[in-house]
């Protein structure tokens, strides 16, 4: 998902020619490391998963390319390679809409307790489970605020000129 956002252009344009070029890149950088962590630490705060070890909330990371002038929300993958599973519909839910089977990896059965007892199975059929988009939502949450930072850091710049 990309997120596109408004900014003041002939602000940024009067930023460039005030300041220079090497300055208004730096204000934008510093607007889309800013925006990043914003994002970054609404999705670690709002999401429908049960978080048990809160691994899944650690590995949410953000990084800024500086030539591109890019900014990135992922998942580090380290503690959590799940997290793809979490975020996106997985069997009836996902795109193929199918359940997919389970099966033991080193041992003969599978084996679980439910009510007290214990139960046995070569293979189950999971249904899968639904998507938590919670990058993408936390993401237009901050839609308003992201534009604001721009805004902010691009009069900063202009503003330190004078």
């Known amino acids: 998902m990309n997120i596109h956002v408004d900014i003041d252009a002939l602000g940024a344009i009067r930023a460039i020619e005030t300041v220079g070029l090497r300055r208004t890149r730096t204000a934008i950088r510093r ?46 993958m380290q503690r959590a390679p799940y997290a793809p599973f979490v975020h996106e519909p997985t069997g009836t839910h996902g795109s193929r809409a199918d359940r997919y089977p389970i099966r033991p990896k080193r041992k003969k ?4 307790a439910s009510n007290g007892q214990l139960h046995f199975a070569r293979l189950v059929m999971h249904p899968g489970s639904p998507a938590d988009r919670f990058l993408y939502e936390a993401a237009d949450r ?11 850091h691009i009069e900063a710049a202009t503003r330190g000129a004078r």
């Open 31 to 76: 607007a889309l490391l800013e925006s990043c962590r914003l994002v970054q630490r609404e999705a670690r705060a709002h999401h429908r998963f049960t978080p048990r070890t809160g691994a899944l909330e650690r590995e949410i990371a953000c990084q800024v390319d500086r030539a591109k002038l890019e900014g990135t929300i992922y998942f580090q």
């Open 109 to 112: 059965a599978l084996r679980w």
């Open 142 to 152: 901050s839609k308003t605020r992201i534009t604001a930072i721009f805004n902010r």
